[in-house]
């Protein structure tokens, strides 16, 4: 008997986070309600560059690596697979729909050791900084394999020299 308060009060502790945290995340939806969804994959993407499978770690508003996007189906992590076209990036992360970031969307890609909640070793993300609407955002990837992701990076600089390249010509 001696063991039943305290098991009832850590039960509703853990309700009262449970509650706490459903409300943060949907206070966090509606704060982000102006960034637009992402794009339907069209039906020509152009000449693929590179795929492969990988984990989706996390898309956030640029230069923020704690402020996540909780919209457009970008809001948790999850294995994905990628394809870099030279119409621009498709991500298929599992449970979602397919992603599309058109290519004169992308403005640049790097490495990046953090974000939000995963700490890997030293340039064992790949940043894709992107516009998702109007609002630059910076998506984290982690290839499983290979574990190099310089094959990524040269596709998506590929794509980010030939969109800057459409524009220069316009």
């Not at 449970?18 to 102006?34: C, E, H, I, P, S």
């Not at 990988?54 to 992590?77: K, Q």
């Not at 969307?105 to 953090?114: F, L, M, P, T």
């Amino acid at each position: 008997m001696d063991k039943v308060f305290p098991t009832v009060v850590v039960g509703i502790l853990i309700v009262l986070v449970l509650v706490g945290m459903y409300f943060g995340w949907r206070a966090r939806q509606k704060r982000q309600a102006y960034l637009v969804g992402t794009l339907p994959v069209p039906g020509d993407i152009g000449t693929e560059l590179f795929a492969s499978e990988l984990l989706y770690v996390a898309t956030t508003i640029a230069n923020e690596p704690l402020n996540r996007v909780a919209v457009s189906g970008l809001g948790y992590r999850a294995r994905a697979s990628v394809v870099v076209a030279t119409g621009g990036i498709v991500l298929d992360l599992a449970g979602e729909p397919e992603a599309f970031i058109p290519a004169e969307k992308v403005i640049g890609v790097g490495r990046a050791n953090w974000t939000i909640d995963r700490v890997v070793e030293n340039g064992g993300l790949v940043v894709v900084n992107w516009m998702l609407g109007e609002t630059s955002v910076d998506s984290y990837l982690r290839l499983v394999e290979p574990p190099d992701p310089s094959e990524l990076i040269a596709a998506i600089q590929q794509i980010v020299v030939g969109a800057a390249d459409q524009e220069g010509a316009l």
